[in-house]
C-alpha cells in the first residue's frame, strides 16, 4: 500500500564557497546556516513523497534503483519490540509497494542494513538475524532465500553491500577487526584485516576495483581492492575523530565518501572525501547543523548525498555534489513538529538527476514511519511510471 504526495523541492546553491565541511551519516554533523552565495537559477524540479507502510514503528535503511518500474528497499518493522521486532523487504513495481518475503528461513531476519542489486534477478541484502547470527539473503526478483556462510561466526557484524555480475562483496567487523566477505562466482571467501577497525559501507565497479570506508583508531579508514587483488588499506586524510559511512564509486578515478568528526566539544562536524584516481582529499563545505547518511552516484561524476538538518528538522535533505560544486535539495517548508532522516540515496540508472532516498520520519509522540522520497528534474515522468497530474514545480538556485 502506498501513501504519496507531491511537493515542490527548494534547491540552495552553495558552488564552490559551499565548500568548507560536511558532516556524517547516521549520527551528526555541524552545519551553520548560510546564505546562498550566488543568485538562484530557477529550474523545474518534482519531489514526491511515500510510504511502503511497514507495520508498527518502522524505518528504511537502504534502497537500491534499477528502473522507474523496480526499487527494491529494507529496514525494520516494530522496531522497539525485541520479540516482533523484523527485517523487511519492500519492492515498488512502478505503481505499488509489495512486501516481499524470505523463502526458506523461519527465523527471520532482525534488521537488514543494506541492499544491493548487481541485475535484476541478482540481489543481496546483509543485516542480522534472530538467530543471533549475520544475516544475508539472495534475490532473484520475485523473492529472497537466506544464504549460510560457514565461515561466519555469532560475534560477526555486517553493514554494507555492493554487488556487481558475477561478485559480491559484504563489510563489517570481526573482533574489532575490518570484516571483508566476498562471493566471486558460487565461492565465498570470508577475511579480517589485521588491525583494528569497522567497515560500514562499500562500493564496487564491474573492473575488480572498489572501496570501503569505516574508521580505526578515531580516524577515518578506507581499504581499496584493484583489479580484482587484495584488499589493502590506502591513505586517507588523518582527521582526529573523523570516521565514514558510506562510498560510492563512478569508477577507479572518481568517488565520494561521507563520515563526520567528533569535537572534543562533544558536537560533530561534518566530513566528505573525494577520490580524484591518485589520491583522497577532503571536500570543504560551509560549517552547518547536518547529519548525512548515504551516498549515491550517476556513473558521470554527479553525487547525492541523503542526511538530515536538525535546523530544519522536517524537511527532506539532500545534498547534489559535482566537480566543485554543491547544492542543498530540500523538500517543501514545514511547521510540523517532525523529524526526517533519509538513511540511503540510489540514483536511477538512465535518467539525468532522478534520485530515491528512503528513512524515517518521527512524529511529536516519538512514533516512527517509514518514508520513501523521490527527486527528479524536469519531468516528474522520471519519477515513476504512473500518470503526474498536480505536479507542483520547484525553484533551484
Do not use: C
Amino acid at each position: 500500500m502506498t501513501s504519496r504526495s507531491l511537493r515542490r523541492v527548494v534547491v540552495t546553491g552553495a558552488g564552490a564557497a559551499l565548500l568548507a565541511g560536511l558532516v556524517l551519516p547516521g549520527t551528526s554533523a555541524a552545519y551553520a546556516h548560510a546564505d546562498p552565495t550566488r543568485p538562484p537559477a530557477l529550474a523545474e524540479s518534482w519531489l514526491r513523497t511515500e510510504r511502503v507502510r511497514l507495520q508498527g514503528d518502522s524505518s528504511l535503511a537502504d534502497v537500491a534503483g534499477l528502473s522507474a518500474g523496480d526499487v527494491w528497499a529494507v529496514g525494520q518493522q516494530e522496531i522497539w519490540d525485541a520479540w516482533e521486532n523484523r527485517g523487511a523487504i519492500a519492492h515498488w513495481d512502478g505503481r505499488a509497494w509489495t512486501q516481499v518475503g524470505i523463502r526458506n528461513d523461519d527465523t527471520g531476519a532482525g534488521y537488514l542494513r543494506s541492499i544491493a542489486a548487481a541485475a535484476a534477478n541478482d540481489l543481496w541484502t546483509v543485516g542480522a538475524g534472530h538467530d543471533g547470527l549475520p544475516y544475508v539473503a539472495h534475490g532473484d526478483g520475485s523473492g529472497f532465500d537466506r544464504v549460510g556462510i560457514d565461515q561466519l561466526r555469532a560475534s560477526d557484524w555486517l553493514a554494507g553491500v555492493s554487488a556487481v555480475p558475477g561478485r559480491m562483496v559484504t563489510v563489517g567487523s570481526r573482533d574489532r577487526r575490518p570484516l571483508i566477505v566476498t562471493r566471486t562466482g558460487a565461492a565465498w571467501r570470508v577475511e579480517s584485516m589485521r588491525d583494528e577497525g569497522t567497515l560500514y559501507g562499500v562500493s564496487l565497479t564491474g573492473k575488480g576495483d572498489g572501496f570501503a570506508v569505516g574508521d580505526a583508531d578515531g580516524r577515518p579508514l578506507i581499504v581499496r581492492q584493484s583489479g580484482g587483488g587484495a584488499w589493502k588499506k590506502v591513505t586517507a586524510p588523518r582527521i582526529r575523530g573523523g570516521y565514514l559511512r558510506d562510498v560510492h564509486s563512478d569508477g577507479p578515478k572518481q568517488a565520494l565518501a561521507i563520515g563526520g568528526v567528533y569535537r572534543a566539544s562533544g558536537e560533530i562536524s561534518p566530513l566528505v572525501l573525494s577520490w580524484n584516481g591518485k589520491r583522497w582529499s577532503q571536500v570543504r563545505l560551509p560549517d552547518r547543523d547536518a547529519r548525512l547518511y548515504g551516498v549515491t552516484g550517476d556513473g558521470k561524476g554527479t553525487f547525492w548525498i541523503s542526511g538530515h538538518d536538525p535546523g530544519r528538522p522536517g524537511e527532506a535533505f539532500l545534498l547534489r555534489h559535482q566537480g566543485k560544486e554543491t547544492d542543498v535539495v530540500r523538500g517543501e517548508s514545514t511547521s510540523s513538529s517532525r523529524t526526517m532522516r533519509l538513511q540511503a540515496v540510489s540514483h536511477l540508472p538512465g535518467t539525468d538527476d532522478t534520485v530515491w532516498a528512503v528513512g524515517h520520519v518521527i512524529d511529536d509522540k516519538d512514533a516512527y514511519t517509514d518514508v520513501v522520497e523521490r527527486f527528479g528534474p524536469k519531468s516528474p515522468k522520471a519519477l515513476d511510471e504512473e500518470p503526474s497530474a498536480g505536479t507542483t514545480p520547484a525553484t533551484r538556485s
